[in-house]
């Protein structure tokens, strides 16, 4: 069965530093990956996607992932962060049904 | 544009009492879905629908149903609420698709209904 984990619930940085945000999966079929932002009382929506292709897929405020299959992971990465990028990250897969398969989600909190 | 617009916002129950949660999508999408969003579990598929006049059960389908009588509209019901059922819930829609691949996993959100169940 499809799965995602997405390491640490919570992650903090400083305004303008890395920003790394943890997802594996496990799928027994090709996978089909999504990132969703969730900022505050809104609902989500699309940050990027993976589907087939190439490997490193560029989503929208400057965020990208890359799909490493041999580590069966997706993570998610910026290189400098801004405060407007507090929200909550949710890493997907697509289930055997066709349908999203969720991660518990990753807070990102962006120190001054 | 509206997109997916969830009414109401929010609402406050007690036990055993019933209520229906209303989503509207002006976008002509084909899928819909009702979720549940709780600390620390991310997002829960209660019931889903590929078009009008059809549905199914997701993950947690128990105590809710829904109807979907026409495109643009999927309704979730609360028959008797319980304080388990405490939560936001969020509709989303999308295009349908012919593989993993397609549109149909490219969610469009509601805001959110937050329902407290006392």
């Known amino acids: 069965a499809q799965s995602v984990t997405q390491l640490g619930s919570h992650v903090s940085v400083s305004e303008g530093a890395l920003v790394l945000l943890r997802c594996n999966y496990s799928s027994s079929v090709p996978p089909y990956l999504f990132w969703y932002v969730q900022y505050p009382n809104q609902g989500l929506q699309l940050l990027l996607k993976y589907t087939t292709g190439a490997t490193l897929v560029k989503g929208i405020n400057g965020f990208e992932a890359e799909f490493k299959k041999s580590e069966t992971s997706f993570h998610l990465t910026k290189p400098s962060a801004h405060m407007s990028d507090a929200a909550e990250y949710f890493c997907a897969v697509v289930g055997s049904n066709y349908q999203l398969i969720w991660g518990a989600g990753t807070k990102l909190i962006i120190k001054p | 544009n509206a997109g997916v617009t969830q009414t109401p916002k929010f609402r406050v129950l007690k036990t055993g009492q019933s209520m229906t949660l209303l989503c509207a999508q002006d976008?002509?999408?084909?899928?819909m879905y009702w979720y549940r969003q709780d600390p620390g579990m991310g997002l829960r598929l209660i019931h889903y629908?590929?078009?009008?006049?059809?549905?199914a059960k997701g993950e947690v389908p128990d105590g809710y149903n829904v109807s979907r009588l026409k495109k643009q509209n999927f309704l979730l019901g609360l028959e008797s609420a319980a304080p388990s059922q405490t939560s936001v819930y969020f509709c989303?829609?999308?295009?349908?698709?012919?593989?993993?691949?397609?549109?149909?996993?490219?969610?469009?959100f509601g805001a959110g209904s937050r329902l407290t169940v006392l």
């Open positions: 989303a829609s999308s295009y349908s698709g012919a593989g993993l691949g397609s549109g149909a996993n490219v969610l469009t």
């Open positions: 976008m002509n999408h084909e899928y």
């Open positions: 629908s590929v078009g009008e006049g059809t549905t």
